[in-house]
């Protein structure tokens, strides 16, 4: 009797069933987020474009297209992406690299890349991404060595230098806070010491970072402003002002929906 042929499957999660809960919560966030961009933007769309539903609409095609997006992924094994993490580091090195290089220049910094007039994107959003699958892939290949200063802590650190020295480049200090974040996270999570962090963050982390602010002086101004918020109210401290007079108008849960 002839043996059956195993069946090939793209993914082992194919076939799995969908988790409804993480689904709904995800379409109840969205639905919130779609509904406070109607409210918040409405005025503003309707004076631009004579259209109220102007950034609605646009929000609302990104929104099906990312549940489209989600929806396929998810049926991908995650442990695919295992085999293309050092891919993953020089995708985003080389996006990086290609944002200085070919980057449009706005207000003294280049972050993004346009591929036409109207269609662009911001590369530091894409590396967040590829940095999860880097470190992810790179920390269980190296899972036994996690626990020590030099080969756990201080190797993986240096993987994150290069992508961060030239995100500051750009410059972009909030995506280089950002992805240190996710990668300290993802790797005290996977068995690095968190007082390796806290020690190595308190003597050259804290420090370098208040450098890098007073380095720039837009940058002191901002955390001065946000301090003082009232010594440059039509200015750096538009916004900041703008949400006090929206707490104190609505409170935590705001005034509700409106007419516009």
Known sequence: MAKKKKERSFSSFVNNPIDFTLLITILLLL????????????PSALAESGNSYAFFSKQLIFAILGIVAMLCISKIDYRFYQKFYK?????????????????????????????????S????????????IFYAGVLVKNRDELGTY?????????FLA??????????????????????????????CKFWH??????IVGIPAMIALIIAEPYRLQRVTTFFDPWKDA??????????????????????????K
């Not at 891919?87 to 036409?116: D, F, P, S």
């Not at 995100?167 to 909030?174: D, I, K, T, V």
């Not at 538009?238 to 409170?251: P, R």
């Open 197 to 202: 962090f806290a020690a190595t963050g308190g």
């Open 150 to 158: 030099g080969k756990g802590f201080l190797k993986h650190m240096c």
């Open 31 to 42: 639905s919130i987020g779609l509904i406070m961009v109607l409210s918040a933007s409405s």
């Open 162 to 191: 290069p992508i961060i020295g030239l995100l500051l480049l750009e410059p972009h200090f909030s995506a280089s806070i950002v992805i240190i974040g996710i990668c300290a996270i993802i790797m005290i999570m996977a068995g």
């Open 87 to 119: 891919h993953a580091w020089w995708i985003a090195l080389i996006l990086l690299a290609l944002v200085l290089v070919a980057g449009r220049t706005i207000n003294g910094a280049k972050r993004w890349l346009y591929i036409t007039e109207t269609l």
């Open 234 to 259: 039509t200015g750096e401290g538009w916004q900041v002002i703008q949400s006090l007079y929206a707490i104190g108008s609505g409170g935590l849960f705001g005034v509700g929906l409106r007419r």
């Open 121 to 132: 994107f911001q590369p530091s959003e894409a590396v967040k991404l590829l940095m999860i």
